[in-house]
């Protein structure tokens, strides 16, 4: 669902355009929209929004995010000009860590008497278990996540410091955020989905979403029409091999069919010069 | 006690007796080999890149090129290193040498490299020459000593030197200064003069020439020990001289390497500009240059834009640089080398006789073997054995003819020697004569044997011994003959006239005890017919020219009565031109033919040479894979033309086109003229006829015949306006005829024409194949030079590329060996530059999809490895192992030789469809990937793939395609080829778990950690990657599936189409043909 607000009747239009930086108030606005399928995964997509470039890519110190003390007061120069906020090191420095998304999607049930119930939202389990767990890492030494990143500034655009991404769950706070992780995995292309949340199955044989009318709830902080970028929200079904993709069921059925019809060929040929045994012994 | 006299002669700086043969020392090794191997383009081209990464912020660390180019400089410096200090070694040897210099009248032991010019040596019985001496003194009383030259040149024999008249006796008194010419290379040649000071007497003079020169590298024999005087030391001397002559040579794989370099480098710098200019464009709109989420650094703001376009630039060029292949090179050389070794280690090559296989002094050019379109053969011990054996002569027109049974030959009755039979013979005088003549008329040693330096001269004493005259011997200037009532004959030895090739005789001047002075002279027919009486020509020249069309080897041999006062002349004429020091050999050969006239005619010669075995199969098998045959002879005509047609050179139906000093001779037409009308005549017949003629079934072969004569007419007729006219009207009808003959050529004729045919239009590859040191020169001319390790020395084998013991392994060396190497090479240049095509073209169009930002692709550690490790095995096994079709195929059908003449493999159509592969491969991995990234969430636990994952896709796609692209082309495995195929895919996986399973300390970005193994754990990916894989290969597979079907049936319609005007030898190879293709396809179907 296209929430970006470029058109003056769409509910975030307000929010697009009236963004500045130092708003303290959230601007919220609320998309309606109508689910017929009951899916399961939840995702953000950006369009136009180069991750892949290369000043950006490379604007990050893996050091620092794996919780090396040195690097954490003292990032990699690949992080300018994200690198320092006056004297203070930025955590977590660089372009990619400063830009991390952060809308915030709530999806509500509106049932048939016109009430909202809130979908529950899983947040763990978005980001690859290896980089939760050996990749990034909290600086070591402190388990107070506020006194181990005392010596630092938050990234320049963020709302709030590192320490406070979840202060709900501390394996999920700090560098060991999944959302920030899954933020940091640079994407292929420029334009891209990341995993947000995951709507859990309800135990029994209700689907997991009803069919129905749903409402989405945005927290509108992330500005894309500056470089004309589009945001969206997906919902989507995994299947044993990932995300819908049309793609590789035709490459299959075409490779399929031209193997089937040159095999075709190839046996009537076969069966109509059979006989070069007999004529390739020509003496000469 | 010798000393230059200071006041006639102020020596000059010598060198001092070092040899030095190394290129490098200790301290100069690292920068001159560095720059050495710097100046190599491609190295220079890397050396650049890397240098382009270390200054400029590029998007991959300099590591990645500059360790392919460490690893390349590391390994040719290395193996350069090490021959290098085997030269130092060898060096060391040479110049820590113990020698004996005498001094002051007392011996010292010296290094031989402190020999200085002017030094007197004592050498010992076996010991080698430390520099040119001029022999002084010999422990022998006849004042001779003897050397052999083995190390020099090859010829075994010992050579006899001669010490300067008058030293020998008292050189501890002796005062001489010695004049002699400045350092030449040829070994046979030298003159100088001794000034010899007596007390208060007038100088003497004496004259040097090469008998009294020791070589350097020559081993004294047959001699307790010998004085001698230095007078070319260390880099001066005749073998160091000879050393530096061989050029290097390359090969047209090489030219059409550099041609496709050139090519990519095109491809690299259109590739970088167009990226650059879209990268400005792209950043031309608002917001794309920098958006809020990635600002430029301070210092990249502040940078002018030029600076920055420019070094955007560079930086596209790195990252796309391995579109030139690193690897290539070493490859290629390590591809050469290993090579060599399969033709030395053949063992069709090995010859019990000599009990040694072939050999290769160059492995640059076995590629080449496999496109030679002209052969130069030498004939005699090429063609031939040069095994001879003396078969009949002739005396005064009476043949005489060594057979156990009597048969009757020409009318004459033979029987088993003259010795018999006096009547209907010449006058018993006259066969004696004649006898005597062979006998004396010679330059052979007995010992254990008769030892000659030509065969021709055994095989004559030989013959003159089963007549009842043997050679005993030469003491002391005597020559000993035991005749046939067993008495001993002396003859005292005034005079040998040399024999060379120029003249084509030579003479000895003898007293007999009677005190009768007599000239001998035996050569070919054409020198001493016209110095003898005419009236005794005719009847000799009918048998000549009969034993010449029977193939054997004519002399001539005729005699001279010298009365006192001519031989006086004689003598003081010799002497004084062996005194010259200018021009001697001119003075030498005034004197010479001056005295070699008027001589009666005594009789003639015929010694057999029998043909090499499998000389004709050898010859008809090339003749048969396209390849012109040119044999080039110093032989006579009619002797070479019976060769040609004994090696199935010339058929019964070939005709025949003279150009010969008999055709040009004809009444009341100048030669030139004539010369003219017959060229334009065999020009008609064989160029401008030669079109329809090709197109009926049975073309007219025709063969061509020139000699020496009136090859030097033809090439340098200078004079004439229309002279390049004839070299051009010459070299078409060469061109046009199946095989041509050229005979009474000179060595330096034979490499005129080598020459000629090799900077001809098209410029066809050549090849010389020769035994004597006469074929040097062609050897050395033609792009490759074979040696066959035959009995005239090793001089040709020394100077060949390649030798070989036999003819007949010429055959398996161009048809077998070189086809193969050629075909080799050719597909691992096409693949290499394939490889590394579609390796790039995905990180190029990338490029669009990352606003032109130069981010990689791949991980730099896939960027390095990819040449060195992950596809450079199993193209080297292929290269090394690969038989297309199997070497008895090859060898059975000589015309499988003709599908890759002409470089067929390299040229620009197969380039193109290997470079299209490249292009169609590089875009089904980019955008199947890039479809496949549509949706990035490709768990099954919903997660998503970043921009790593993806490069590592399209890379394992990548590196499974290319490999197995190589198997589906291998047509000949072996385990080696199964082992590193399979070895290097599995060394991919395992590599990419390893560096993607630990969290490297000394990596800033962890970017592929885990990359490779979530990747596998995707179904989709797995899905993708074995669809792209079947996807690109899947052409491959028609293409080698449809050969087999289609086959008969197109080639069948291509024989009806040419409407049976297929000549045989091309409808035998087509079953063939079909055989191979289907053996190949039900492989791999």
Not at chain 1, 94 to 106: C, P, R, Y
């Amino acid at each position: 669902i296209d929430y970006t607000g470029v058109s003056s009747d769409s509910p975030c239009y307000n929010c697009a355009k009236n963004f500045t930086w130092n708003t303290t108030e959230p601007c919220v606005c609320t998309v309606n929209f109508t689910l017929l399928q009951p899916n399961v995964f939840m995702y953000y997509g950006l369009s136009n929004f180069y991750q892949n470039h290369r000043r950006y890519v490379k604007s990050r110190d893996d050091r620092q995010l794996n919780g090396d003390l040195s690097a954490l007061t003292d990032p990699s120069k690949e992080c300018e000009p994200y690198r320092k906020s006056g004297d203070v090191s930025i955590a977590p420095c660089g372009a990619i860590a400063n830009s991390l998304f952060n809308d915030t999607l709530v999806l509500y049930y509106v049932d048939s008497n016109n009430s909202k119930i809130e979908v529950p939202l899983v947040k763990k389990g978005i980001a690859w278990w290896t980089d939760k767990h050996v990749k990034f890492r909290n600086p070591a030494g402190n388990s107070n996540l506020t006194l181990a990143f005392q010596d630092t500034a938050k990234p320049v655009n963020w709302a709030k410091p590192v320490y406070e991404l979840d202060p709900s769950d501390p394996d999920n706070n700090g560098f060991i955020n999944e959302d920030f992780i899954v933020w940091m995995r640079t994407a292929a292309l420029p334009t891209f989905r990341k995993l947000y949340r995951i709507i859990q199955k309800k135990s029994g044989t209700t689907p997991t979403l009803p069919n129905g009318n749903y409402m989405l709830n945005i927290t509108y902080n992330y500005p894309v029409l500056s470089f004309d970028g589009r945001k969206r929200m997906i919902l989507s079904t995994i299947s044993w091999m990932g995300g819908k993709n049309p793609f590789l069921g035709i490459a299959y059925i075409t490779v399929g069919s031209i193997c089937f019809f040159l095999g075709v060929v190839l046996l009537i040929i076969h069966h109509k010069y059979d006989n070069r045994n007999t004529s390739a012994d020509i003496p000469s | 006690r010798p000393c230059p006299a200071d006041e006639v002669f102020i020596p000059p700086k010598f060198c001092d007796n070092r040899i030095v043969s190394s290129k490098y020392t200790v301290w100069n090794f690292l920068p001159k080999n560095l720059f050495e191997q710097f100046r190599r383009i491609a190295n220079f081209y890397f050396l650049i890149i890397f240098l382009v990464q270390v200054i400029v912020d590029t998007p991959t660390s300099p590591v990645t090129s500059g360790l392919p180019l460490f690893f390349v400089i590391t390994v040719t410096a290395i193996k350069q290193g090490y021959e290098d200090w085997l030269r130092h070694k060898a060096d060391n040897e040479v110049n820590k040498y113990r020698v004996t210099v005498l001094e002051d009248g007392r011996r010292i032991q010296k290094e031989s490299e402190k020999i200085k010019v002017g030094d007197v040596l004592e050498v010992e019985e076996d010991e080698t020459f430390p520099c040119d001496l001029i022999l002084l003194q010999s422990s022998r009383d006849d004042g001779t000593c003897f050397v052999t030259t083995a190390s020099l040149d090859g010829e075994s024999n010992h050579k006899t030197h001669y010490t300067v008249p008058d030293t020998e006796r008292d050189v501890e008194s002796l005062n001489a200064t010695i004049e002699c010419e400045q350092p030449q290379p040829d070994l046979y040649k030298f003159v100088g003069r001794m000034h010899i000071y007596k007390n208060n007497e007038e100088p003497s003079l004496r004259s040097l020439g090469p008998e009294n020169l020791l070589l350097k590298g020559a081993t004294l024999k047959n001699t307790q020990s010998i004085c001698g005087v230095a007078v070319y030391t260390g880099m001066e001397t005749k073998m160091a001289l000879n050393y530096q002559g061989k050029s290097q040579k390359r090969s047209v794989v090489e030219k059409s390497i550099n041609a496709f370099l050139l090519v990519y480098l095109c491809i690299l710098v259109s590739k970088a500009l167009v990226c650059t200019t879209l990268k400005y464009v792209w950043q031309s709109k608002p917001g794309q240059d920098e958006p809020w989420y990635n600002e430029k650094t301070l210092k990249e703001k502040e940078t002018n834009l030029y600076l920055n376009m420019f070094t955007d630039f560079l930086s596209f060029m790195v990252l796309f640089n391995f579109i030139i292949p690193v690897s290539m090179y070493v490859t290629v050389e390590m591809q050469k080398f290993l090579g060599s070794f399969f033709i030395s280690w053949d063992k069709d090559f090995f010859d019990s006789e000599i009990e040694e296989g072939a050999l290769v002094n160059t492995s640059d050019l076995n590629e080449e073997l496999g496109q030679v379109e002209y052969v130069f053969t030498d004939k005699t011990g090429t063609l031939t054995q040069n095994n001879m054996e003396f078969i009949e002569c002739c005396i005064d027109g009476h043949q005489y003819k060594y057979r156990d049974a009597s048969s009757e030959v020409d009318g004459f009755c033979v029987t088993d020697g003259p010795v018999n039979t006096v009547q209907q013979k010449a006058g018993r005088e006259r066969e004696e004569l004649f006898l005597r003549a062979l006998c004396l008329c010679h330059t052979v040693q007995v010992k254990e044997g008769f030892i000659a330096s030509s065969p021709d001269e055994i095989a004559l004493v030989q013959g003159a011994m089963r007549y009842g005259f043997t050679f005993l011997g030469l003491e002391s200037k005597t020559m000993k003959i035991l005749n046939r009532t067993n008495d001993v004959e002396m003859y005292e030895l005034l005079h040998v006239l040399n024999f060379d090739p120029v003249r084509r005789r030579m003479s000895v001047i003898v007293r007999s005890i009677s005190g009768e002075t007599l000239l001998f002279c035996k050569g070919a027919d054409s020198s001493i017919f016209p110095r003898v009486k005419q009236e005794e020509v005719e009847t000799i020249r009918m048998h000549v020219e009969r034993n010449a069309t029977d193939g054997y080897r004519t002399l001539c041999v005729a005699y001279k009565h010298l009365t006192a006062e001519e031989y006086d002349q004689v003598d003081s004429g010799l002497r004084e031109a062996r005194l010259a020091l200018q021009d001697r050999e001119e003075k030498l050969m005034a004197v010479y033919n001056q005295v070699e006239t008027g001589m009666n005619l005594i009789g003639a010669t015929a010694v057999e040479d029998r043909l090499q075995e499998e000389a004709a199969e050898t010859m008809e098998a090339l003749q048969g894979a396209g390849i012109k045959v040119w044999v080039l002879t110093g032989d006579k005509m009619e002797t070479a033309k019976s060769t040609c047609y004994a090696c199935r050179l010339f058929k019964r139906n070939t005709e025949l086109l003279e150009l010969t000093v008999r055709t040009l001779e004809s009444p009341g037409k100048r030669r030139e003229d004539r010369l003219h009308d017959l060229l334009l005549e065999y020009h008609k017949k064989t160029v401008q006829d030669a079109p329809p003629a090709k197109t009926r079934v049975a073309s007219q072969d025709y063969g061509f015949i020139v000699d020496g004569a009136t090859l030097s007419m033809v090439l340098n007729s200078s004079s004439e306006n229309n002279l390049h006219d004839y070299k051009d009207l010459f070299l078409q009808i060469c061109q046009n005829c199946t095989s041509v003959l050229c005979c009474r050529m000179a060595p330096l004729q034979k490499a005129q024409i080598v020459k000629m045919v090799k900077n001809s239009k098209g410029s066809p590859i050549t090849l010389s194949i020769g035994d004597g040191a006469n074929d040097v020169s062609m050897i050395l001319e033609a792009h490759v030079g074979i040696g066959i390790k035959g009995k005239e020395g090793r001089q040709a084998v020394r100077n060949s590329d390649y030798a070989i013991p036999k003819l007949k392994h010429l055959k398996k060396l161009l048809l077998g060996h070189g086809h193969l190497y050629y075909v080799r090479i050719a597909h691992l240049v096409q693949y290499f530059f394939y490889k590394n095509l579609c390796f790039i073209l995905p990180q190029f169009l990338y490029q669009f999809f990352c606003g032109c930002s130069q981010q990689p692709l791949y991980d730099a550690a896939y960027l390095t490895m990819y040449n060195i490790c992950f596809t450079s095995m199993p193209i080297l096994a292929y290269s090394l192992f690969e038989q297309h079709i199997s070497l008895e195929m090859l060898l059975e059908n000589a015309t499988l030789y003709r599908q890759i003449g002409k470089n067929a493999m390299l040229r620009w159509g197969p380039f193109l469809y290997w470079t299209l592969l490249g292009v169609f491969h590089g875009l089904v991995f980019f955008f199947g990937v890039w479809f496949l990234f549509s949706n990035p969430a490709l768990q099954d636990n919903g997660q998503a793939f970043g921009n790593w994952s993806y490069g590592t896709i399209v890379f394992t796609i990548l590196v499974f395609t290319v490999t197995l692209k190589l198997a589906l082309d291998t047509r000949h495995w072996t385990w080696i080829n199964h082992f590193v195929i399979w070895g290097s895919l599995a060394f991919y996986v395992f590599f990419s778990f390893f560096w993607g399973g630990v969290i490297w300390p000394f990596l800033r970005q962890q970017r592929l950690y885990f990359v490779f193994a979530n990747m596998l754990s995707s179904v989709s990916a797995w899905l993708v990657i074995i669809v792209l894989i079947l996807l690109s290969l899947l052409p491959e597979i028609l293409y080698v599936v449809l050969r087999k079907p289609r086959g008969p049936y197109a080639r069948q319609k291509l024989v009806q189409s040419s409407a049976g005007g297929i000549q045989s030898p091309r409808s035998s190879a087509r079953p063939l043909l079909m055989r191979t293709f289907s053996d190949e396809s039900n492989t791999v179907s």
